[in-house]
């Protein structure tokens, strides 16, 4: 699903005025009522409702939805005008607000009176500030805003955003409304969806304002949701009278001697994704009690200080296999020219995690290659782009973006929501997984998840995208019977058959 940025929505505002001879106030019109209808569902007609109105078109939204509530049944609304100014199809609306009959309208001079009424209302209705907002957000709208997150018995309904959120962007330090239900128009905007901006949108619904197909058709953003549907269509195909040729072959090379785990926890997922041939690749000394982990697995052994003669001792394996995952639970110790040697000479698609990133970290950037998937957490991000952690988390889709340019690969940015990033810094977002997932080895696990769709013959990218995905929906249908505290990796990796199902079938 496209996600929108504020230059995506003024591009559809333009096409609708210009290409398509439609006076903007028709937008407001169809807007204001399609949240007003929205509305209905969310709280009683009785309510003691007070509407929120700033000086752009988020106002002018507010001013729609208080009429067409009122045509809706809803027995008095209260309105606060919030600024001296109001756009001009603001103020239109404001003409014929003001000669309805239940309608009680407060401005700046009556604004202790109104933060009085405020202060009593169940429902309140943040059209204070929509995807204009330009500057930090001070004076009244402070005022205001820290109001509404002080009331804690009230409802909080954002009109398009919770006021102060940017659409895009880092996050900001200024006040911002926290709602409880945000009601968006036509597209979810791209920090809606994301940690920490999501904290303050509450419930999400997307409401249809009437843009013509051809207009949604022509916006290009530069992010995506990923949906069950999308993970779909990106999934590779298994057909009946197919052979393990088919399913490709992969290699996961990792391990040290006390983190045996990490490639167990991969090689387990790789399989359970239906991967054709697995050779895991282990220092000796791990080699034992990973062969016996799982019997479906070929193991191989190691010396990592030994870059020569470990390398030619796999390189019939190497050649053979369509895609490596690399680097989790391997240290970064004795091992920076074994990986250096390996990743220079390996040319078919490499999922890079864990020790492997830090072992990147070291090396120039122009080592990566753009069948690579690169799928670090914000401190392996950290060491990867000099950036501190607090940047990226507080940041993490522009920072992804330009990241995937700059390295060009696919990138797979960890956290609450996990963002994946196309070398032309096109961003997915996932919206699938759960606090389950906050634990050691399930990065090890979705890295064999990705090995595996690459290996079945999807791109790295698809691969990406849909591993996130799939690997986020197995603890999801795990959550359904447990709590999340029990929820160990291993687990998730084996109910992966399960998730796939749930979006095949
Ligand atoms: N296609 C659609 O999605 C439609 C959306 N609609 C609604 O319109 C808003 C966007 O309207 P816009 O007028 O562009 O922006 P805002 O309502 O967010 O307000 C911008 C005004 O606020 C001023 N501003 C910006 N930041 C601050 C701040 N921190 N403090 C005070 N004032 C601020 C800014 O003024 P400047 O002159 O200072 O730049 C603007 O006047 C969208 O969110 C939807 O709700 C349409 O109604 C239908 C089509
Ligand atoms: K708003």
Redesign the pocket.
Known sequence: MKLASSEN?RF??KEIEYKHNTPSIV??EN?GRSIAEKMTQLFSKQSKICVLV????????GLVVARHLLNNGCQKVHVVICSTSL?KDGQTNYDILKTYRDVEIYTIKTLEKAKKILWSSEVIIDSL?????????TGI?AEIIDLINQKKDAKVIS???PSGLKACGSLSKWPTVKADHTIT??FPKENMLIYPHKKVVGKLHVVD?GIPKMVRDRVRPSSYQVTANFVKKLLPKHREDSHKGDYGTGIVLGGNTNMAGAVKLSSLAAVRMGIGVLHTIVPNEIKNTVQNYMPENITWAIDYSKSRSSLNDTAKVLTKSDAMALGMGMGTKSNDQFFEKLILSYKKPLVVDGDGLNLLSKLPKGVIKSNWVLTPHPKEMSRLTGLEVSDIVENPVEVCKHYSKQFNCTLVLKGASTVICSPKGIAFINTSGNKSLSKGGSGDVLTGVILSLICAGATPLAAAISGVYIHGLSSDLLLESQNYRGILPSDVANHLPKAINSITQ
């Open positions: 929505i559809i505002d937008l407001m807007a700033g000086s752009g078109n988020n106002g002018g939204d756009s500030l929509g995807i204009g907002v330009n500057k930090e957000v709208y009109v398009d955003i128009l036509e304002i």
